[in-house]
């Protein structure tokens, strides 16, 4: 329960056993879900096979108070907003460091394979642990990906093997081998996966109804990673991980009535290697170190007699260079934690008057928590400076922003009390400041406010939580058209107003274990930017104001058997709020069949998904259809 | 007490799905024919990628004088992605719809009588021109195209242009194009086509460059282009010389009357890019040159700071319909008498109006 580190930092000098486990814990500290002053949600690796959960978007879409837009199939980009912010507010930790992109902003977390995920966690505000890098603390919400850790138990060597095989020509295979070796453990995964993605689908237009199939919504990656992790009696702790990743897709675009020409093709290349490094000095004194290169890769092309030569094609590279330190020093009932990164993105990309843009990152993040009794209060400030050098043309100001957050918690054992006000700022991507006509130095960040007070109670058999939010944004970076050309600029201002509720319940029926979940959001977001506008107080596009999701799994020995449902009330695709404007509310239900055998010591998992039972043709966004009613078959083998 | 709790749950569970899923479509929208009598077709371009261009029938001298999305409402299904250009012409009108990539013939009521669907070669429909019993369609595959009005279904002809030419219009015997861009060159090439061998005449080399809009006015000829640095300027273009001069600012131009009637939506950046619309309405004496306001803007001030989008004249009547848009809400048509003055003004059924066609 209390596996987040700083929750327990008050009971550092108790026993060496205690800290042990706590320093440990960290690594999983994804797995508490209750109990902290924000907001957090998880799902594991089980929920995810008996829930049929396909990849990590439609993990995240689960979760209440997340809007996930999913431009639907495999390849389909897929980011994830949170209450209302924005997708480039929420930021994405992929093993503890947190991962980037600095050119288009949001990351695409339809990239991330689901097969390897042990557990993914959503906070809205900030990770609870305060030994984190200062990148932690920094934005509105934070998605943490923590990929499966071996399992040693009575061995020494771990080896799996997944295969998924489903519809539209689905198909994906991965192995991942693990062995022992005094105090560290090494470990590599594989994977291969492809998709047509030719589904069918059928839009209404008027009287009639567009039927026809997704073309050009094929993709292939492939993705390798290997682990070194080490673990000294609770002293040091470090994962050095490498990883590359290779994609080719086609995009399929919007359905464009009476003409289908999608010719757009998307290859990615990325490759990183990062090294988190926990050590602990004294009991109550630890220190954490990080170090990421990445480099990512992509090319662009579109096929269209418009161009010069029938075709476009553009290149962009990104590197970047990270370092992170961060120390925790406890004294009872006091707890303070600073943390420093340097952060160094490049781009280089042969868009027309791209002006290959450096941008040097400092962000600094000090924490100090008070702990007395059954209250917890903890202030955190956030530090940023950054600064750009172009080859040419302008370049931004220097970012220097401080930035403040406060939480309040009661907690006893079985509810929680919780309050949180903080505020965060997006900055701007490469592409809003430098993209060809678009792109306009002069922007400013995006401004963030966001306040939560809410509860929860729970007990082994069942739980509940309670939040309610108002947020606002300022300053939105935004492409305004003229007559002329589409560019950058900030305007606009938007008020959320949100609850989400959730609740859960477990318990036997005769052998039948039962686990029912079901939440609730309420989100009330609206455009305040001018009060003599046809837009003031219109609801923002793709913002239901009413969604919810609920799921039923029943164990039963070696079977489950599943049943979930992701409802969303009626959006707007476009600012005005006119029927025109809306799309459809949809009830998307699936079910899913998991047996495991056990062979001669090794455990076989195999389920059976029926996604989309009822085949709705909806969509997340307009004129993106969703597949309809589809199969997926998935074999876990565990040596 | 478990058993109660799920009673409760699967009851939440239910009404939640009912609260969701169980909205109506709305109940069939009565379906009016369009009427014939005096009436202005309006298309509404709509957005990329949203299916949403429409079109719109007003009745200038009736009361209930709007019907919307008359053309859905006539061939059961919507006009498509993005309506780019529309022309009455015969006892036909004819509508361009760029993403959907097709051209249609409709009937005066609105009904598509047939159509041509662009090939990937042929490019984008992008806009019209017509003369002698042809239609004639520049697009994005470098070339004007030409349709028999009494078949459209096969195209008669191409001609090879310059660069994703946009708008063309007719002088005498030649067709005028303005040659635009092909991402990243800019085509300073206004290419005239002979009308009687449906050949090029000639490519006119140009200090300038990213051609848009043409106004024949008598002998004279206006054309628009986007300059590097992010404004919409005219020229003056002489057919037989080839000499192109500037010639000030306006962002729509309409011939009517042997005068040019320009609205100029000017586009003003501060420094960090954020944009202040200065829009005004004037008249050109084409034979000196002289400008002189036209619209008294005193009951509709407001589009002195709205784009300008859609501007027409009815050719029967002298009177001016302004249309404005943001590329957000729908937009609304202003209409003023041949003086000037201001009659009325009401919504479209979608964004970005951007063409009128007069129908008698």
Same mark, same amino acid.
């Given at each position: 329960?209390?596996?987040? %580190?700083?929750?327990?930092?008050?009971?550092?000098?108790?026993?060496?056993?205690?800290?042990?486990r706590?320093?440990?814990?960290?690594?999983?500290?994804?797995?508490?879900?209750?109990?902290?002053?924000m907001?957090?949600?998880?799902?594991?690796?089980?929920?995810?096979?008996?829930?049929?959960?396909?990849?990590?978007?439609?993990?995240?879409?689960?979760?209440?108070?997340?809007?996930?837009?999913?431009?639907?199939?495999?390849?389909?980009?897929?980011?994830?907003?949170?209450?209302?912010?924005?997708?480039?507010?929420?930021?994405?930790? /992929?093993?503890?460091?947190?991962?980037?992109?600095?050119?288009?902003?949001?990351?695409?977390?339809?990239?991330?394979?689901?097969?390897?995920?042990?557990?993914?966690?959503?906070?809205?505000?900030?990770?609870?642990?305060?030994?984190?890098?200062?990148?932690?603390?920094?934005?509105?919400?934070?998605?943490?990906?923590?990929?499966?850790?071996?399992?040693?138990?009575?061995?020494?060597?771990?080896?799996?093997a997944?295969?998924?095989?489903?519809?539209?020509?689905?198909?994906?295979?991965?192995?991942?081998a693990?062995?022992?070796?005094?105090?560290?453990?090494?470990?590599?995964?594989?994977?291969?996966?492809?998709?047509?993605?030719?589904?069918?689908?059928?839009?209404?237009?008027?009287?009639?109804?567009?039927?026809?199939?997704?073309?050009?919504?094929?993709?292939?990656?492939?993705?390798?990673?290997?682990?070194?992790?080490?673990?000294?009696?609770?002293?040091?702790?470090?994962?050095?991980?490498?990883?590359?990743?290779?994609?080719?897709?086609?995009?399929?675009?919007?359905?464009i009535?009476y003409?289908?020409?999608?010719?757009?093709?998307?290859?990615?290349?990325?490759?990183?290697?990062?090294?988190?490094?926990?050590?602990?000095?004294?009991?109550?004194?630890?220190?954490?170190?990080?170090?990421?290169?990445?480099?990512?890769?992509?090319?662009?092309?579109?096929?269209?007699?418009?161009?010069t030569?029938?075709?476009?094609?553009? %290149?962009?590279?990104?590197?970047?260079g990270?370092?992170?330190? +961060?120390?925790?020093?406890?004294?009872?009932?006091?707890?303070?934690?600073?943390a420093?990164?340097?952060?160094?993105?490049?781009?280089?990309?042969? !868009?027309?008057?791209?002006?290959?843009?450096?941008?040097?990152?400092?962000?600094?993040?000090?924490?100090?928590?008070?702990?007395?009794?059954?209250?917890?209060?903890?202030?955190?400030?956030? +530090?940023?400076?950054?600064?750009?050098?172009?080859?040419?043309?302008?370049?931004?100001?220097?970012?220097?922003?401080?930035?403040?957050?406060?939480?309040?918690?009661?907690?006893?054992?079985?509810?929680?009390?919780?309050?949180?006000?903080?505020?965060?700022?997006?900055i701007?991507?490469?592409?809003?400041?430098?993209?060809?006509?678009?792109?306009?130095?002069?922007?400013?960040?995006?401004?963030?406010r966001?306040?939560?007070?809410?509860?929860?109670?729970?007990?082994?058999?069942?739980?509940?939580?309670?939040?309610?939010?108002?947020?606002?944004?300022?300053?939105? !970076?935004?492409?305004?058209?003229?007559?002329?050309?589409?560019?950058m600029?900030?305007?606009?201002e938007?008020?959320?107003?949100? +609850?989400?509720v959730?609740?859960g319940?477990?318990?036997?029926?005769?052998?039948?274990?039962?686990?029912?979940?079901?939440?609730?959001?309420?989100?009330?977001?609206?455009?305040?930017?001018d009060?003599?506008?046809?837009?003031?107080?219109?609801?923002?596009?793709?913002?239901? %104001?009413?969604?919810?999701?609920?799921?039923?799994?029943?164990?039963?020995?070696? /079977?489950?058997?599943?049943?979930?449902?992701?409802?969303?009330?009626?959006?707007?695709?476009?600012?005005?709020?006119?029927?025109?404007?809306?799309?459809?509310?949809?009830?998307?239900?699936?079910?899913?069949?998991?047996?495991?055998?056990n062979?001669?010591?090794?455990?076989?998992?195999?389920?059976?998904?029926?996604?989309?039972?009822?085949?709705?043709?909806?969509?997340?966004?307009?004129y993106?259809?969703?597949?309809?009613?589809?199969?997926?078959?998935?074999?876990?083998?565990?040596? | 007490?478990?058993?109660?709790?799920?009673?409760?749950?699967?009851?939440?569970?239910l009404?939640?799905?009912?609260?969701?899923?169980?909205?109506?479509?709305?109940?069939?929208?009565?379906?009016?024919?369009?009427?014939?009598?005096?009436?202005?077709?309006?298309?509404?371009e709509?957005?990329?990628?949203?299916?949403?261009?429409?079109?719109?029938?007003?009745?200038?001298?009736?009361?209930?004088?709007?019907?919307s999305?008359?053309?859905?409402?006539?061939?059961?299904?919507?006009?498509?992605?993005?309506?780019?250009d529309?022309?009455?012409?015969?006892?036909?009108?004819?509508?361009?719809?760029?993403?959907?990539?097709?051209?249609?013939?409709?009937?005066?009521?609105?009904?598509?009588?047939?159509?041509y669907?662009?090939?990937?070669?042929?490019?984008?429909?992008?806009?019209?021109?017509?003369?002698?019993?042809?239609?004639?369609?520049?697009?994005?595959?470098?070339?004007?195209?030409?349709?028999?009005?009494?078949? *459209?279904?096969?195209?008669k002809?191409?001609?090879?242009?310059?660069?994703?030419?946009?708008?063309?219009?007719?002088?005498? &015997?030649?067709? *005028?194009?303005?040659?635009?861009?092909?991402?990243?060159?800019?085509?300073?090439?206004?290419?005239?086509?002979?009308?009687?061998?449906?050949? *090029?005449?000639?490519?006119?080399?140009?200090?300038?460059?990213?051609?848009?809009?043409?106004?024949?006015?008598?002998?004279?000829?206006? *054309?628009?282009?986007?300059?590097?640095?992010?404004?919409?300027?005219?020229?003056?273009?002489?057919?037989?010389s080839?000499?192109?001069?500037?010639?000030?600012?306006?962002? &729509?131009m309409?011939?009517?009357?042997?005068?040019?009637?320009?609205?100029?939506?000017?586009?003003?950046?501060?420094?960090?890019? &954020?944009?202040?619309?200065?829009?005004?309405?004037?008249?050109?004496?084409?034979?000196?040159?002289?400008?002189?306001?036209?619209?008294?803007?005193?009951?509709?001030?407001?589009?002195?700071?709205?784009?300008v989008?859609?501007?027409?004249?009815?050719?029967?009547?002298?009177?001016?319909?302004?249309?404005?848009?943001?590329?957000?809400? &729908?937009?609304?048509?202003?209409r003023?008498?041949?003086?000037?003055?201001?009659?009325?003004?009401?919504?479209?059924?979608?964004?970005?109006?951007?063409?009128?066609?007069?129908v008698?």
């Amino acid at each position: 329960m209390a596996s987040a %580190l700083l929750w327990a930092v008050p009971m550092f000098a108790q026993s060496d056993s205690t800290i042990h486990r706590d320093v440990e814990a960290v690594d999983v500290e994804a797995h508490t879900q209750k109990r902290q002053a924000m907001p957090t949600q998880t799902m594991s690796a089980i929920e995810i096979q008996q829930l049929g959960v396909q990849n990590l978007a439609d993990a995240v879409r689960r979760f209440s108070g997340t809007n996930v837009k999913d431009y639907g199939g495999v390849g389909g980009l897929k980011t994830v907003s949170v209450r209302g912010l924005g997708a480039a507010h929420t930021a994405v930790s /992929y093993d503890g460091v947190v991962v980037s992109d600095c050119q288009a902003g949001p990351v695409d977390i339809g990239r991330f394979s689901i097969g390897s995920i042990e557990t993914i966690a959503l906070t809205i505000g900030q990770p609870d642990g305060l030994l984190q890098p200062a990148s932690a603390f920094a934005q509105a919400a934070m998605l943490s990906i923590s990929t499966r850790k071996p399992n040693f138990i009575e061995k020494q060597t771990d080896a799996r093997a997944q295969l998924k095989g489903g519809s539209f020509g689905y198909f994906d295979a991965q192995v991942e081998a693990a062995r022992k070796v005094r105090h560290s453990t090494l470990s590599g995964t594989a994977q291969f996966m492809r998709s047509r993605g030719d589904y069918p689908y059928s839009l209404p237009n008027v009287d009639t109804t567009e039927h026809g199939r997704r073309q050009n919504s094929d993709i292939r990656s492939a993705r390798a990673e290997i682990n070194l992790s080490t673990a000294d009696s609770g002293r040091l702790q470090n994962h050095l991980k490498a990883y590359g990743f290779y994609s080719e897709r086609g995009l399929p675009g919007a359905v464009i009535f009476y003409y289908q020409q999608a010719k757009e093709r998307l290859a990615d290349k990325n490759f990183f290697v990062q090294n988190d490094c926990r050590l602990r000095l004294r009991d109550n004194l630890m220190f954490r170190f990080q170090a990421k290169y990445n480099y990512s890769w992509n090319r662009y092309e579109d096929t269209n007699v418009k161009y010069t030569s029938g075709r476009y094609v553009e %290149l962009n590279t990104q590197h970047e260079g990270y370092f992170s330190m +961060a120390g925790l020093w406890s004294w009872r009932p006091v707890s303070v934690s600073l943390a420093g990164d340097v952060v160094y993105n490049t781009l280089e990309s042969d !868009i027309k008057d791209n002006p290959q843009p450096r941008r040097l990152t400092f962000l600094s993040a000090l924490n100090v928590r008070a702990a007395l009794q059954r209250f917890e209060a903890t202030a955190t400030l956030v +530090a940023r400076h950054a600064s750009e050098k172009v080859e040419f043309g302008k370049r931004p100001d220097d970012l220097k922003r401080l930035t403040p957050a406060f939480s309040l918690k009661w907690s006893s054992n079985r509810a929680t009390i919780r309050a949180m006000a903080k505020a965060t700022y997006r900055i701007p991507t490469f592409n809003e400041l430098y993209y060809t006509t678009l792109g306009t130095t002069g922007l400013k960040p995006e401004e963030a406010r966001e306040l939560n007070v809410g509860f929860d109670f729970g007990t082994s058999k069942f739980d509940f939580s309670a939040d309610f939010y108002a947020n606002n944004v300022e300053n939105k !970076i935004v492409a305004i058209p003229t007559l002329y050309v589409w560019k950058m600029a900030n305007y606009g201002e938007v008020h959320i107003l949100g +609850a989400d509720v959730a609740a859960g319940t477990e318990f036997d029926v005769a052998a039948v274990k039962l686990k029912l979940t079901a939440n609730y959001s309420y989100q009330k977001a609206i455009d305040v930017t001018d009060s003599n506008s046809k837009l003031y107080k219109s609801q923002i596009p793709y913002t239901p %104001l009413h969604s919810g999701k609920a799921a039923a799994v029943a164990t039963f020995g070696k /079977y489950s058997l599943s049943a979930t449902t992701i409802v969303s009330g009626k959006r707007y695709f476009l600012e005005y709020n006119i029927p025109d404007n809306e799309i459809e509310p949809y009830a998307e239900f699936s079910a899913t069949a998991t047996r495991s055998f056990n062979i001669g010591g090794s455990l076989l998992t195999a389920s059976l998904s029926c996604l989309n039972i009822t085949d709705n043709q909806y969509s997340v966004i307009k004129y993106y259809p969703m597949p309809g009613r589809h199969f997926q078959l998935q074999v876990n083998f565990t040596l | 007490m478990k058993k109660q709790f799920i009673k409760i749950l699967s009851l939440c569970a239910l009404g939640a799905t009912t609260v969701f899923v169980s909205c109506d479509k709305n109940s069939d929208d009565e379906k009016p024919e369009v009427k014939t009598v005096k009436r202005v077709f309006i298309l509404n371009e709509g957005k990329m990628n949203s299916n949403n261009a429409s079109l719109d029938v007003y009745y200038p001298n009736g009361e209930n004088n709007y019907q919307s999305k008359v053309f859905a409402a006539a061939n059961g299904q919507g006009l498509g992605d993005t309506g780019q250009d529309l022309l009455a012409y015969g006892n036909r009108i004819y509508v361009s719809v760029s993403g959907s990539n097709y051209l249609a013939k409709l009937d005066q009521k609105g009904k598509i009588v047939e159509q041509y669907s662009f090939t990937e070669t042929d490019g984008s429909p992008r806009y019209l021109a017509a003369k002698d019993g042809f239609i004639y369609v520049s697009t994005w595959g470098n070339k004007v195209m030409k349709f028999d009005t009494a078949a *459209i279904v096969a195209p008669k002809g191409s001609v090879e242009v310059g660069l994703n030419p946009e708008e063309i219009a007719i002088k005498g &015997n030649y067709l *005028i194009v303005c040659n635009s861009t092909e991402y990243p060159i800019n085509d300073s090439t206004i290419s005239v086509i002979d009308l009687t061998t449906f050949t *090029i005449k000639k490519n006119v080399e140009t200090q300038f460059g990213n051609f848009q809009k043409i106004a024949v006015v008598g002998d004279s000829v206006y *054309i628009t282009y986007y300059t590097p640095s992010y404004s919409i300027e005219m020229l003056n273009f002489d057919v037989e010389s080839g000499i192109v001069k500037p010639s000030g600012s306006a962002t &729509n131009m309409v011939s009517f009357d042997d005068k040019l009637y320009c609205a100029n939506s000017a586009t003003v950046y501060d420094a960090d890019w &954020n944009a202040t619309i200065n829009t005004n309405f004037f008249v050109r004496d084409v034979k000196t040159g002289k400008d002189s306001e036209i619209l008294d803007l005193t009951s509709a001030p407001e589009l002195k700071t709205a784009t300008v989008y859609l501007f027409e004249i009815d050719p029967d009547n002298g009177d001016f319909y302004v249309g404005a848009a943001d590329y957000v809400t &729908n937009g609304t048509i202003y209409r003023f008498d041949k003086t000037g003055k201001f009659i009325t003004k009401f919504e479209t059924s979608g964004l970005n109006p951007n063409h009128a066609a007069f129908v008698k």
